[in-house]
């Protein structure tokens, strides 16, 4: 954890895997907003039964998709988690040929 914040000691593995962690943390606020979309816009009818001057009156009314919704956000994590670690695998393979061409003197 020391040669952490020191530079030049820290392997390009190990600083795209902190990389990598750390990029997980902003993906949860896109997540949040498309799952909170999803639960507004997406509504189905629930029937309720009132009663108005004695006589019972059935009526409709919209409800929020709450389980849509949580579905949704979490989905949306999942699949930009996974690009996220497709993107950082690529960046391994790019620093790994580098290291593998400065190390042969080409």
Known sequence: ?????????????????????MGLIPLIVPSYFLGNFIYL?????????SIYNGQPILSFQDINNAPLGVLGGVVTFVV?????????ELLIILFRYFESNTQNGI
């Open 41 to 49: 816009t997406n509504t189905y009818s629930e029937e309720v039964q």
């Open 1 to 21: 954890m020391r040669n952490l914040f020191i530079l030049g000691k820290t392997t390009s593995f190990r600083a795209i895997t902190i990389l990598f962690y």
């Open 80 to 88: 930009l988690s996974i690009l996220w670690k497709v993107l950082c």
